[in-house]
C-alpha cells in the first residue's frame, strides 16, 4: 500500500466518524430544537405544549406527547405549580388526556418544569380522577407511621382530617412524612376521601 493510499483510507476513516458524530449532535439538537425552539442549552428555558400521557409519582416525571407525536419526559419536584382555572394541583393530579402547556427548562439531555398550566382537562370538570385535589394545609396532632397516615388540624383549630400516606409517593414524600412531629405546620396536595379522610398526593 502506498503512503498515498495510506493517507486516503486514514482521511474516510476520519470523515465517517465525524459524520457520524455530527449525525448524533444533530439528533440531540433537533429533539432540543423541537421541545426549545431550537439550540437549547443547560439552564435555558422554554414552553413545551402538548398531551399528558403518563405521570410517575417515583420517579417525579411526567410524559407529553407533541403534536408531532414526540414525547417528551419533563421532571417535576414539591415546588411545581399545577394550574387549572385559576386553581392549584399537585402534579400527580394530572391524567392522561390533559392538554398542558409547561414551562420547563433544560438541564443536560433532560427537562425539568416549574410550572405547568391545564388548558383542557381530560374529565372537563377539574384536575384528577376525582375533581378534587386540592392544596391543603395544617398543623399536625398525630403521627402513626406503622400504619401510614397522620392527623392536621386546619388553620382555624376546628376541622381535624386524617391523611392516609399511599405506598406510591415519591421517596422525598415518603421521608417527609417520616420526618413529621406533632406541631409540625404542614402544606400539601389531597384527595377527600369524605368529609374526616383526605389521601395524601403529595406535600408541598
Partial sequence: MTVIQRIQRVSAAAMIVAFAGACAGNSLG???GSVMGGGAQSGQSGQLSGTIRGV???SQQISIQQSNGETVPVSYDNQTQVVYQNQNYSPTALENGD???ARIQ???NSYYTDYVQVDQSVNGTGVGSSSNVQLLQGTVRQVDLRNGWFT????NGFNTLTITV????STNDINRFRSLRNGDFVRFYGVYLNNTQVQLRQFN
Avoid: E, H, K
Fill in 30 to 32: 433537533n429533539i432540543l
Fill in 56 to 58: 410517575d409519582s417515583r
Fill in 99 to 101: 392538554r398542558v402547556t
Fill in 106 to 108: 433544560a438541564n443536560g
Fill in 152 to 155: 392536621v388540624v386546619d388553620t
Fill in 166 to 169: 399511599p405506598n406510591n409517593l
